[in-house]
């Protein structure tokens, strides 16, 4: 079951959920309160669409469960062929989809310049983009970067400048009831807490447990006085548009807790 919402004029939403999670949350000591037995819980997988007044681009790809949701959606959105595909790294719940929507639309793919084995990923014949790129899209102007916690050594991040988002992939990812699929963090009736950061990065980012917990604090107020981002739009979480910096912050906290743990799972 798929589905997107338009979080901004010509900014959509494109989401998967994925199998239920419920186990995860059950396995904490305590419960935390958010949780709700008879409400499934999901990590989702999220694409972003930007119809720019000049170009469009596609952000990531769904998994390949999601071709005919993905397909029909730039059917529905777009008036025109999609011209920009960008691939955060080629990893199957980001990229899957890639060659089913480059044969429908003949759009140019953009990859991350980081990292080797490009041609293992197809990516070869790529865009390939890094720090100081940018695309002009018309109304929006998005910037590429290199990843700062990430899953993978070909991996980029993307941000956009005239809506200030900013696109972390697997950072910021977290668990959320079906009943709250495609809201917005602001919209939740229990605030993104800990508890649920915790899942996401203790499992997908698990060398957390390994790192210099300072220096990937200060490494985090660099982020934020870097992007400064008004907008979060995470691969596997929910849009937050309000109050992002403190969200940035909470990773923090999440960070100590993953290194005070044994790890607490993998994410199958
Ligand atoms: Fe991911």
Redesign the pocket.
Known sequence: MTNSREILPDVYWLYEEGPDRSGMIEAMEPIPDWYDPDDPVYIPQCAYLIDGAEHSLLFDTLSPASTEHVLAELDALLDEPLEYLVVSHP?V??AGNAPAIMAEHGAELVAPRYGDDHELYRLDDALLVGEGDSIDLGSFVVDFHEATFL?APVSLWMSERTEEMLFP??WL?FPHHASEQLRFVDELEHDLDGTRLLQFHGR?LFWHQYVDVDKVQREIDRLKRYYDPAWILP??GLVIRDDALAYMDQLKGVVEEIQRRERIGTLG
Do not use: A, E, I, K
């Open positions: 990893d719940p980001h899953d992939v697997d990812g997908v691969s596997h």
